[in-house]
């Protein structure tokens, strides 16, 4: 990735600090069970966040399932059957060789570890800080810690990245304790303790009866619901399933705010296609997905598509995109479109003793020339992430403005420019003042517009220009003022966010003008 922009690291935790802070003081996104000093990597979603989140998901819903004719949708469970994650690969690979730094205590994955040639000798500071004391020592497996450069390591150590929980109120603990005691029992009667391992496998065992896990993707479900959406539904291929939901994994490194964190929600579509025609489809997709972005954001230059190199293909890929975003880190990902293969259905169909195919009547088959064609279709998916989709409009959207006050002194407006589909309050009507029947007309206007079925608030605290500031700030794109005008002659202004421009309008003008600005005028 040669053309890839970083800016300095200074620059960009500078621009990741003033959408954090933004986030918490306006009622976005704040770090979970605060009071209790909050929970690393969990963030709940205020006021204003869970309206931006809803309209992000409303938005791809609509382009992926509303405006076409052949996706329908899914809301699985979060929990499923053991086996689907034993057939999918996930119980077993998904995992990750996790190394500890013994200079610096940073935990990190292996993989991702900064790569330096095995033999080159390097330079770090004891303990990680710059004050310590500089040491030396030679890579001998081909990188170093990632935090200090060290290469003083633990051996590398596997890590299932699913959360694991007990399902039903049994005390497998109670089990495990009664396990031990038996077997310690038995070393007097001359039987010898378990080695480590064997206890591990036994005590895994146990837990494992009785486990079941939280899923990691969204995507799995549309694989072993297939039969039932095709038979419940009609649908012919090529034909989707979308599906948008939390999904859960135990990062190691969780980063960038709500860029990585270990409960996350997805937006996910497999689409099913005929074998030999996933090429066209996935071309399709890609160009679809990142039109989708660019659309909503103001800066779509931002937004690129990158190609997996054949080596970095998952073993069931046979191509791959991804979506990838300029952040204030570089470049990196937002969403994935991948080329699946069959696999996922020819996996469940052998473990489940299901046939997960698809029989086109119309169609020859093209191995025995006969009327009818019976195949596992093949899976187009792009999958994107909801929460991650979200810091990426809030960064396209934030932005500074340098202006002049009334007194002549510098002044910078900031404002977020998000689209006015995603805009968590679409319209602001203020009563100049709280008096003179100020309050109630801007309570009627409001009342008008919430008939339209959009968030509509009525705002009277401040002053009139904090409030356009605030309302700036949280990306409301029309503020409609009630002022004294109002009452001789029904008018009223309408502001407009990006220009900070106003217009004087009758009330009902007012409401179309609005109304059309968002999209919503009657058709
Ligand atoms: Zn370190």
Known sequence: ????????????????????????????????????????????????????????????????????????GLDASIMMHPKVWETSGHLAGFSDPLVDCLNCKERFRADKATKVDVGTTVEFYQGGKSSGKKLTGVCDRGYVCPQCGSTLLSKERSFNLMFRAGFGPIDYIGQIVEDIEKKVASIKDGGSFPDSKTLRDSIESVINKNAVFLRPET???????????????????????????KSFRNEIVTEHFI????????????????????AQYLDYWKNTRIEWYRKLANKPDNFRLRRHDKDELAHYSDDCYDIEYLYPW??????????????????HSKASNT?????????????????????????????????????????DAYTEEVGVDANGNEKTRVLLKLSPKLAPIKVAVFP????????ERARKIAAALRKRRINVVCDDNQ????????????????????????????????????????VRLSEQEAIEHVLKGLGLELI
Not at 259 to 271: D, V
């Open 463 to 502: 002053s009139i220009g904090k409030r356009y500031a605030k309302h700036d700030e949280i990306g409301t794109p029309y503020c409609i003022t009630v002022d004294n005008q109002s009452l001789e002659d029904s008018s009223v202004t309408v502001r407009d966010r990006d220009t900070a421009g106003q």
């Open 1 to 72: 990735m040669a053309d890839t922009k970083i800016n300095s690291n200074e620059d960009s935790n500078q621009l990741v600090q003033k959408i954090v802070s933004l986030c918490k003081r306006r009622g976005f996104v704040f770090q979970s069970s605060e009071i209790y000093g909050g929970l690393k990597s969990c963030y709940d979603y205020g006021p204003l966040g869970v309206e931006l989140k809803r309209n992000i998901a409303q938005a791809w819903w609509d382009s992926m399932v509303y405006e076409r004719e052949d996706v329908v």
């Open 432 to 439: 100049l003042v709280k008096k003179d029947g100020l309050p």
């Open 355 to 395: 046939k997960l195919s698809y029989f086109d009547l119309q169609k020859q088959d093209p191995n025995t020339g006969k009327q009818g064609y019976r195949y596992i279709p093949y899976v187009i998916e792009p999958s994107a992430g909801l929460t991650r989709s979200l810091l990426c409009f809030l960064l």
């Open 219 to 245: 995507a799995q479900a549309m694989f072993v619901q297939f039969l039932n959406v095709v038979q419940s539904t009609s649908m012919h291929i090529p034909f989707g399933i979308a599906q948008c939901g």
């Open 259 to 278: 860029f990585r964190s270990c409960e996350f929600e997805q937006m996910e579509l497999e689409y099913f296609v005929e074998p030999g025609t996933q």
């Open 330 to 347: 570089g470049w990196d990902e937002l969403e994935g479109i991948a080329s699946r293969t069959d696999y996922d259905l020819s996996k």
